[in-house]
């Protein structure tokens, strides 16, 4: 009896685990750039935004989101983890001049309960 319910107990365990993983959103900034340029996060969940293959040299910072201030360089990722707390729509902006188009570098947040 017991080794039939092995396999349920542990994809139950797995399932569970998966479930409390945090949203993983990888983004790429180069000079005037985000890409992807939107995403969507769910209120009250973890999620790391994973910053990576990143050129230039670029700053962000959200109160509302929780993120401290970070630079972002090349050659090195960096993962923010943030938990949102209230529903709404958040524009993150490049904080340090990185190209011609630096005032339309903007990663929009969408938090969704």
């Known amino acids: 009896m017991f080794p039939v319910l092995l396999p349920i107990v542990l994809a139950t365990a ?5 479930d409390n993983a945090p949203d993983a959103v990888t983004i790429t900034a ?3 750039t985000f890409t992807p340029s939107s995403i969507t996060l ?3 969940v973890p999620a790391k935004l994973i910053f990576s293959h990143t050129e230039g040299v670029h700053e962000i910072e959200s109160d509302e989101l929780g993120i401290p201030k970070t630079i972002l360089a090349p050659g090195k990722d ?3 983890d943030v938990t949102p707390d209230k529903d709404g729509v958040y524009t993150l902006r490049c904080e340090i ?3 011609p188009d630096h005032d339309k570098m903007a990663l929009t947040v969408h938090v969704e309960g």
Not at 14 to 18: D, E, G, L, N
Request: proline share 6%; glycine share 12%.
């Open 97 to 99: 001049v990185c190209g």
């Open 78 to 80: 960096v993962t923010i």
């Open 30 to 32: 180069v000079p005037s």
């Open 42 to 44: 769910h209120r009250g």
């Open 14 to 18: 797995y399932a569970m685990v998966a």
